[in-house]
């Protein structure tokens, strides 16, 4: 799986607490071998953002994306459930 970043995910990975950004390196990892494995959760958002999909990186924190072709995908937005506003 190819990844892009857009600039609105690079301003908001850097805000990050430290802790956050490893476990979405992690995450990153095993998104890359498989974007629906389990541990991820991810999901299909729905209303205004139904072309976007998410998957998990903690309770609290997620990360937005879509996919652009099979396999390259756009991270968008990295963040609490304020990403989805």
């Known amino acids: 799986m190819e990844i892009e970043y857009s600039p609105r995910f690079q301003r908001a990975f850097k ?3 430290r802790a956050v950004k490893e ?3 992690v995450c990153e990892k095993i998104f ?3 974007p629906f494995d389990p541990k991820l959760k991810t999901h ?3 209303g ?3 072309e976007y999909w998410a ?3 903690s309770f ?3 990360i937005g994306f879509t996919f652009l072709s099979g ?3 756009r991270f968008h937005d990295i963040g609490t459930h304020d990403i989805y506003k």
């Open 48 to 50: 205004d953002m139904k």
């Open 55 to 57: 998957f998990s990186i």
């Open 71 to 73: 396999k390259l995908v």
């Open 60 to 62: 609290g924190y997620r």
């Open 15 to 17: 805000k990050l607490p």
């Open 44 to 46: 299909k958002l729905h």
């Open 23 to 25: 476990k979405a390196l």
């Open 32 to 34: 890359r071998k498989n």
